[in-house]
């Protein structure tokens, strides 16, 4: 299965600040996406992460606050823009090898807003 | 968004005993995942089902795929402390993208 690397996997950051996570696959996938996961709560997703084009957002999730980059087949990066407090959360990269491939998850970043 | 409800929310065992949880929705899925989650880590894929009715068995894990396709069931046999985490189940729609995750299921196991 693909080891997904995060970084960083903590930090703390000050209101209205912006932070970028990297995400680095260890094989070339066909998909990857970004989740948020509450303390104590089940993962919610934030975006596809499509190679060559634009981020796939789910409801609730807008491009200015999450831009996403995927310039090739095993990286990605989230960037958490302008935060806030509600803004702290564990934000986990994920990948599939394709469609029917099983879905497999980094260890995350802990991100705490000040 | 989809809604998987997990089943139940915590459970609290003695070490050496059987544990099952389950997972319904209202819709139909044609891959169901089981993941745990243990502090400070990412959910670590323990069995994945593909076909309704199918039966998987990843050492002392054994899942199951519903014949209706919109639940799932977990069981662990013979619990020890290090399965202690939260299993969450997932389930994937034919031409979907995106994983829909449970509400998760906490278990303490007790020595």
Known sequence: ?114 | GQQLNQSPQSMFIQEGEDVSMNCTSSSIFNTWLWYKQEPGEGPVLLIALYKAGELTSNGRLTAQFGITRKDSFLNISASIPSDVGIYFCAGLKTGANNLFFGTGTRLTVIP
């Open chain 1, 1 to 114: 299965s693909a080891v997904i690397s995060q970084k960083p996997s903590r930090d703390i950051c000050q209101r209205g600040t912006s932070l970028t996570i990297q995400c680095q696959v260890d094989s070339q996938v066909t998909m990857m996406f970004w989740y948020r996961q509450q303390p104590g709560q089940s993962l919610t997703l934030i975006a596809t992460a499509n190679q060559g084009s634009e981020a796939t957002y789910e409801s609730g999730f807008v491009i200015d606050k999450f831009p996403i980059s995927r310039p090739n087949l095993t990286f990605s990066t989230l960037t958490v823009s302008n935060m806030s407090p509600e803004d702290s959360s564990i934000y986990l990269c994920s990948s599939r090898g394709g469609p029917d491939q099983p879905q497999h998850f980094g260890d995350g970043t802990r991100l705490s807003i000040l």
